[in-house]
């Protein structure tokens, strides 16, 4: 016997912390799961529901990973507010090509900041370098920021997991970038 999606996706969200567990809800929306069931589910529980209330309001399908989900959780759990995901840009010289942006904060003076997540495997995995070096990835990114900047992106920014969860360099990189925080008291609501 195995509990179903609903209630795995609940004792994961009473017994994870968000950063962990707001992937797994994310994947579940993402595969096309109704987490107004996870909401359902919960009713007659005895426990706290609040961290599967937060998760709820939070999850989005749109987080294509995992690595992704972590660091939108970094910035919900410190306050930030929440960017938009996966926003397309188009190359203003050759508009049929196209980047799409990990999270994208607009800001009301009109700059427009971008923060990417670059997992390692990016630059390591077989599967996904396809044959290219490190430096020709690089270049591509470096041509991709270039595009992005044309685009209208005024601040482009590069994270790792070790950014956000093994330093505070995520935490310093968006403050030093003036992107926006929500009051304290907002961030775990």
């Known amino acids: 016997?195995?509990?179903?999606?609903?209630?795995?996706?609940?004792?994961?969200?009473?017994?994870?912390?968000?950063?962990?567990?707001?992937?797994?809800?994310?994947?579940?929306?993402?595969?096309?799961?109704?987490?107004?069931?996870?909401?359902?589910?919960?009713?007659?529980?005895?426990?706290?529901?609040?961290?599967?209330?937060?998760?709820l309001r939070y999850v989005d399908a749109a987080s294509e990973n995992g690595g992704e989900s972590m660091v939108r959780a970094f910035i919900i759990d410190n306050g930030f507010v929440v960017p938009e995901l996966q926003v397309e840009f188009h190359?203003?010289?050759?508009?049929?090509?196209?980047?799409?942006?990990?999270?994208?904060?607009?800001?009301?003076?009109?700059?427009?900041?971008?923060?990417?997540?670059?997992?390692?495997?990016?630059?390591?995995?077989?599967?996904?370098?396809?044959?290219?070096?490190?430096?020709?990835?690089?270049?591509?990114?470096?041509?991709?920021?270039?595009v992005l900047r044309a685009a209208g992106v005024t601040t482009i920014l590069h994270c790792t997991y070790e950014d956000a969860f093994a330093s505070n360099r995520l935490f310093m990189m968006l403050g030093d970038n003036a992107v926006p925080r929500i009051r304290a008291e907002d961030a775990y609501r």
């Not at 009109?110 to 290219?132: C, F, Q, S």
Request: proline share 5%.
């Open 91 to 146: 190359d203003p010289t050759y508009p049929v090509r196209r980047y799409r942006v990990d999270f994208l904060w607009r800001l009301h003076d009109g700059r427009m900041i971008v923060l990417e997540y670059d997992g390692m495997a990016k630059y390591e995995n077989p599967a996904m370098t396809r044959g290219r070096t490190a430096k020709q990835i690089l270049n591509e990114r470096n041509e991709r920021d270039r």
């Open 1 to 55: 016997m195995v509990t179903d999606a609903a209630r795995t996706l609940i004792d994961c969200g009473l017994s994870l912390p968000f950063r962990f567990a707001l992937p797994m809800f994310d994947s579940a929306a993402r595969k096309g799961m109704d987490v107004n069931e996870v909401e359902r589910s919960c009713k007659g529980l005895h426990d706290d529901r609040a961290p599967i209330e937060m998760l």
